[in-house]
């Protein structure tokens, strides 16, 4: 009996000892991977706080760079993730001979590494949200800035091609008016365009914060801007051009107030179709027309008054065609049908009176 309490008490210490021991190594190991975690916390927030010093690039390309920057330190955070997960199922090893102080120090410490582990996780969440926001908005500006850049190229090149002199025949005067008027009406509703990429601009600016950036937006915007007024410019000079060109050509068929009334300035033009009821009023001048020339061939006393009227006729004739339908155009040809049956009526008196005289 002896021998076998003997062995037993070996046995017991021998168990005690290896638990011990075992207890110790555990207590490493688990002090290992908080130092590990405390330590890649302190590398991650120091590339945390330099991340937040940096400024914006300048332009997009140094932009997505920085975005993938930041998916970098996301790779690294969801790797880490695994590790983190491994300590919140660890069991607390702790030495009985330490007493509660080494208990309450390890809750601290364990308490002390998840918040950190959260406030870098929610900064990550913030900053990638954020910089996506930006890439979209920036991302869209430059598509419209370029997309306005490739329409003032085409009609750059289209103003280049409109004849301006050397007209040899109406068709070609023609032509060149209205190509300077497709012009002016294309640019009078892209002119908002403009003014939406300016304020879009000044949004973005306001939202990278990044004077480099800021700069490169205001340069690109101020370049476009020139461009348009280059474009309205040389839109003016062709328009005066033609006008000069059609004043000095021998060319009855387009007279130069048409010319000046078709290119007219770029954010004013309207377009006017005449009303069928305009239309058919004047249908009937030609008939009026016909009836001046035949009292003026029968009554030379009244060749002024008639050549008066007719002169009226073919100006409210040609208003007629540029306006709609309106009681005053109703009025005025109401007022010559009027003036008319007056010359008529004064024409047949005189050729009775002379015809008692012979």
Known sequence: MTLLNSRWENLRVASMDRQSRLHEVLMDLQQQQLQQLSDW?????????????EPIAGDLEGYLAQIEQHKVLQNNLELEQVKVNSLTHMVVVVDENSGESATAA????????????????????????????????????????SLFGSWL?????????????????????????????NLKEDMAQKRRALSALSDAGQD??????????????????????QRWDNLVQKLEDCSSQVTEAVSVTAIPQVPEKVVMDTVTTVTTRMEQKPSPAAIESCRHLPHLKDDIWIQTASSGDSETDVRKLLSRLAAWKSSARAAGDTPALKEKLQTLRVELAENEGDSERRGAVRREDD
């Open 106 to 145: 390890l809750e601290e410490q364990l308490q002390s590494l998840g918040e950190r582990w959260a406030a870098v996780c929610r900064w990550t969440e913030e900053r990638w949200n954020k910089l996506e926001e930006i890439q979209l908005v920036w991302q869209r500006l430059l598509d419209d800035q």
């Open 204 to 225: 973005v600016m306001v939202l990278l914060n990044s004077p480099a950036a800021a700069q490169r937006i205001e340069t690109d915007t101020d370049l476009l801007t």
């Open 41 to 53: 916390l302190t590398t991650t927030e120091g590339r945390i706080r330099k991340m937040e010093k």
């Open 153 to 181: 190229a085409e009609k750059e090149k289209a103003l280049s091609e409109v004849q301006t002199s050397d007209f040899k025949d109406p068709s070609e005067i023609n032509a060149s008016v209205r190509r300077l008027a």
